[in-house]
């Protein structure tokens, strides 16, 4: 009876998940009537018609068919082969969708409808079962500690937040609507498959788990910001089980899952593998170095210190590239390292957190909306650690919140933010969560750092009192942005404050996570399916 309640429950909340995504397609996306460029709209729709009317070999190559200036395609070849059965799709209701040449900027009411479905229909077949098949095997295996306290319980601190509002939370996080609904994309296709890798390592099917993984990672190539994780963790496997086990065991684990991963990459890239110089003109189009550290304003540490030192001015992008290599890869060292020698799946999840959290604000070429590789990860950890996760999620839907305000979907990320926002301190008690947190940390701090002095600070009201400056300091940008010109001198003074003020939190969550992954226990349970 409790199991069908539970189903119950997470198909209402898949249900309201979905309105909410196609209340938001409704509204204006990018691009909308703006010619010549128009945006990431005709980005998706000018793909399809390219996948459709030309042969493989000249997707990636400019020609008198393929002008790589005009939306080149600059994705991975899985991202291609989904394109391409859209345009086929696209060609049979409407030929004039994705006509060659002629369908450039094409915007109508049917083709909206159209696009719109795409997405939402993507989305139903990937991210939406993916988030309920985590949250419904992490329960049901006991992955998870599910524990919160609620409203309805305080004092007992084994109360257990149930999968349906965990789905519920994960299906209305305004980050993913607002991008893939009204900027336009297909974010949710490749977040979808990543988390159903997760999915599988809670079942211990490493292999499904590693192929999984690399059709994310040949969907969109920013999943590069999991793949060491992905890689210590089951390089760490294999470790223990030649440890514990033997050799052999262990170096069968490492053979099967290598082997996966090459099998599917060469089923994916095949096309794409038969000559070289098509292989590397691919590579090109996937890192294109020659656009700079950064394009637009974005939170991470480049284009803040870009503020006060012109790197463009003094450094390369060739160089610019090897520093920000060196950088990200020193940045996530630490987390894969203690990810190898303890790889159970709590630090796994923490290491997703800080290794694509230290990509996005140190590796090159980052956009606003690679906050999303974050900020899935952190929906996964929410019910371990409620409070951090939750001041996240805020957190990184402002820091996109210039990129609405281009698309003129302002009032649904203001509408979707509030009520996530609301929903989130209607169903938890917000200085239950906040004690938890604190609580949890102090016990973490190791004797010589000055725990028993720190145990006597109210670092409960301490962080309260934070977090609702936060809270407010995000409110008093916003406002100002929509109601006071930035001075004639500085015209992008307001996307800079958004992108510091942002940047300023995710390096301080930064450091939080990685003390939270480093600190946790060590419990190694190694099962192979």
């Not at 009411?109 to 993507?122: C, T």
């Not at 991008?179 to 979808?192: K, R």
């Not at 390369?316 to 996530?332: G, Q, Y």
Request: hydrophobic residues 45%; positive net charge; aromatic residues 18%.
């Amino acid at each position: 009876m409790s199991n069908t309640r539970f189903i119950g429950g997470d198909v209402l909340a898949v249900i309201f998940g979905l309105f909410l995504r196609w209340c938001i397609s409704l509204q204006s996306y990018s691009g909308q009537d703006s010619p010549p460029m128009y945006g990431d709209y005709e980005a998706q729709r000018h793909w399809m018609e390219i996948t459709v009317n030309l042969p493989t070999k000249e997707w990636y190559f400019n020609t008198s068919n393929n002008d790589l200036m005009y939306w080149g395609l600059d994705y991975p070849p899985l991202t291609a082969y989904h394109s391409m059965v859209c345009g086929y799709v696209a060609k049979y209701f409407n030929p004039d969708f994705v006509k060659l040449h002629e369908s450039r900027g094409y915007e109508s009411i049917n083709h909206k409808l159209f696009m719109r479905a795409s997405v939402f229909i993507s989305e139903l077949l990937t991210f939406v079962p993916a988030i309920c098949l985590y949250f419904s095997f992490s329960k049901s295996r006991k992955t998870e500690s599910f524990k919160s306290v609620s409203k309805e319980n305080m004092s007992d601190s084994k109360t257990r937040l149930s999968s349906t509002l965990m789905v519920t939370i994960a299906l209305i996080y305004p980050g993913l609507i607002l991008i893939d609904y009204g900027h336009f994309q297909f974010n949710c296709v490749s977040l979808g498959l990543f988390v159903f890798a997760l999915v599988s390592i809670i079942q211990h099917n490493y292999i499904v788990s590693s192929i999984f993984f690399c059709l994310a990672l040949s969907y969109k190539q920013m999943e590069l910001y999991h793949s060491l994780p992905f890689f210590f963790y089951f390089l760490g496997l294999c470790y223990n089980l030649w440890q514990y086990e033997g050799f052999k065991q262990g170096l069968f684990l490492l053979f099967i899952i290598g082997s996966s991963v090459i099998m599917t990459f060469l089923l994916v890239w095949l096309p794409f593998l038969q000559e070289k110089k098509t292989t590397f003109q691919v590579l090109h189009r996937l890192f294109p170095i020659a656009r700079g550290v950064f394009e637009d304003k974005v939170a991470n540490f480049w284009c803040c210190l870009n503020v006060f030192y012109k790197i463009r001015n003094y450094v390369s992008n060739d160089s610019m590239a090897k520093i920000c290599l060196f950088d990200t890869v020193f940045s996530v060292l630490p987390s894969c390292v203690d990810l190898f020698l303890n790889p159970t799946f709590h630090k796994f999840k923490l290491s997703l957190i800080n290794s694509s959290l230290a990509f996005f604000l140190f590796s090159f070429q980052v956009h606003e909306k690679s906050i999303l590789l974050v900020s899935i990860p952190i929906l996964l950890q929410f019910p371990q650690d409620q409070f951090p996760c939750f001041w996240f999620l805020i957190i990184s839907t402002f820091s996109m919140s210039h990129l609405f305000m281009k698309d003129n979907i302002l009032i649904p990320y203001i509408g979707l933010t509030v009520f996530f926002y609301l929903f989130i301190l209607s169903a938890l008690d917000l200085k239950s969560i906040i004690t938890t947190s604190v609580i949890s940390a102090q016990t973490r701090v190791p004797s010589f750092f000055g725990r028993k002095f720190m145990l006597n600070i109210d670092f409960c009201r301490i962080v309260k009192w934070v977090f609702h400056l936060s809270m407010l300091g995000c409110l008093i940008i916003t406002v100002c942005s929509l109601t006071l010109e930035p001075p004639e001198k500085y015209p992008d003074l307001y996307p800079l404050l958004i992108s510091f003020y942002s940047f300023i939190h995710f390096l301080l969550f930064f450091i939080y996570f990685n003390f939270s992954q480093i600190s946790s226990k060590v419990c190694v349970k190694l099962k192979i399916n």
